[in-house]
């Protein structure tokens, strides 16, 4: 019993922040902005058709979508949802809009042509069971696209990673030392079908995996 409301305190705590913090989260932001806006640039270049966009936020990334895209856009947060459903408006492109955990979308098999998160895997409770639910809503050849900050392979900062993660997790609900390319081969996707870029250090990087 206590080891079930412990797993569910974990699993709201993202929740909880990022409800809370909705309104600032743009600000908090800021000072990253333009870089942060490069790489979803970047990434989201190669979306194309029917898109899952996962943990959509405040819509941060809603500018940045090739002409011909129609984008869903989901989120765990209703407060965060309601900043990106300002954000929406004037979007043709933007087709709906649903608070959802990725844990457990509410699609069926082969949905999407494209599914895209940037900077959601350090804060969902079971990344394993999301990549899971991806790799089944995503269409057979279609392609999933990441922007993630993941624990670092150096040996002496994935170390620190370690340590400082019970605090960044306490105060934003944030896991620091993700290890999201070994989370996605646990979820079942095979090497062959990812590819890693790193765009910052070995802390942030894009990943590109093809749904075979
Ligand atoms: C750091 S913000 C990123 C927002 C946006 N993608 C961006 O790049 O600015 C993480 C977002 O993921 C959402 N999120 C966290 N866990 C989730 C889950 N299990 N299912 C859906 N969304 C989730 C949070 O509510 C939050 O809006």
Redesign the pocket.
Known sequence: MIGVNFCNVRMNK??EY??RN?AL?DKI?APVDGT?SKW?KELLKDAKGKTL?????????LDHYPQGVSVTG????EN?LKYARRRANGHTHIDQLLK????VLNFPDDTFDTVV????F????DPIK?FKEIKRVCKSKGSILL?EHVRSERKVLGKIMDILNPISYTLY??NINRNTYENLIQAGFESSQIETVKVWSDVWKIFRIKNN
Do not use: F, P, Q, W
């Not at 966009?53 to 990334?61: C, L, Q, R, V, Y």
């Not at 998160?117 to 959601?120: D, E, G, K, L, S």
């Not at 350090?122 to 409770?125: G, L, P, Y």
């Open positions: 993202s929740k990022y409800n909705a989260y932001l942060l979803r966009e996962i943990g959509i936020g405040t819509g941060k990334s989901i989120d765990s947060s965060m959802m955990d990725v844990e998160a940037t900077c959601v350090c804060s969902v409770h999301a922007l609900g944030d």
